[in-house]
Nanobody, 126 residues
Framework: QVQLVESGGGLVQAGGSLRPSCATSGRTFTSYARGWFRQAPGKDREFVAAMTWTGGIYYADSVKGRTKISRDNAKNTVYLQMNSLKPEDTASYYC????????????????????WGQGTQVTVSS
């Protein structure tokens, strides 16, 4: 069984930074893509960022220029560096993994991912 475990959320003031991480545990697992989504109370889950093992990197317009997705292959961990945080970034952040190759457009769709973590809370105060 593959498990994705997020950590690194927290409470930060507007303008601050956080770097949630997503570690993989369980059986040996190589995914084609890893993504981050977020969900604020009362809202739908939305795409934040994704990266593929073939070099594709994708960001939502709302975080572009403030956010960087990266990975550490040795640790099988994916990171989401978020800078210049805003109160509207407040949400639970979920990492996800997709096993097989897909189109670039699929990276933005939460239904295209096979595994999900439990989420880590990010709260940005004004």
């Amino acid at each position: 069984q593959v498990q994705l475990v997020e950590s690194g959320g927290g409470l930060v003031q507007a303008g601050g930074s956080l770097r949630p991480s997503c570690a993989t545990s369980g059986r040996t697992f190589t995914s084609y893509a890893r993504g981050w989504f977020r969900q604020a109370p009362g809202k739908d889950r939305e795409f934040v960022a994704a990266m593929t093992w073939t070099g594709g990197i994708y960001y939502a317009d709302s975080v572009k220029g403030r956010t960087k997705i990266s990975r550490d292959n040795a640790k099988n961990t994916v990171y989401l560096q978020m800078n210049s945080l805003k109160p509207e970034d407040t949400a639970s952040y979920y990492c996800a993994a997709r096993r097989s190759r897909s189109s670039a457009q699929a990276m933005y769709d939460m239904n295209e991912y096979d595994y999900w973590g439990q989420g880590t809370q990010v709260t940005v105060s004004s």
